[in-house]
């Protein structure tokens, strides 16, 4: 039984930051990439960011470009979303997945076929 369990959310200042953090039991994420999407009040689900397992390919969306970023710990099969600077704008439930994506496929939730249970984030000032 694959299962994703993120933690690491919570309340922020406007320019704070927060690790989230994404572990898997279940699976070899050799062959896997692990996806970060975050889905607002009142809007669609949208792509964070996304890095492969192993070898390279790190994939950001232009809203968090240069503040958030994507790393793991191959060891413990735990997979991390660093971001920085956060702004109310960030302020969304946060859930990373994981899946075999092929590159056209990695910026979209079409690509993953398990899924964490989301962890809250809300930036005030």
């Known amino acids: 039984q694959v299962q994703l369990v993120e933690s690491g959310g919570g309340p922020v200042q406007t320019g704070g930051s927060l690790r989230l953090s994404c572990a898997a039991s279940?699976?070899?994420?050799?062959?896997?990439?692990m996806g970060w999407f975050r889905q607002a009040p009142g809007k669609e689900r949208e792509f964070v960011a996304a890095r492969r397992w192993s070898g390279g390919g790190e994939y950001y969306a232009d809203s968090v470009k240069g503040r958030f970023s994507v790393s793991r710990d191959t060891a413990t099969n735990t997979g991390y979303l660093q971001m920085n600077n956060l702004q109310p704008e960030d302020t969304a439930v946060y859930y990373c997945?994981?899946?075999?994506?092929?590159?056209?496929?990695?910026?979209?939730?079409?690509?993953?076929?398990?899924w964490g249970q989301g962890t809250q984030v809300t930036v005030s000032s």
């Open positions: 997945a994981a899946g075999r994506p092929i590159t056209s496929t990695m910026r979209t939730s079409r690509g993953y076929g398990t």
């Open positions: 279940g699976i070899t994420f050799g062959p896997y990439a």
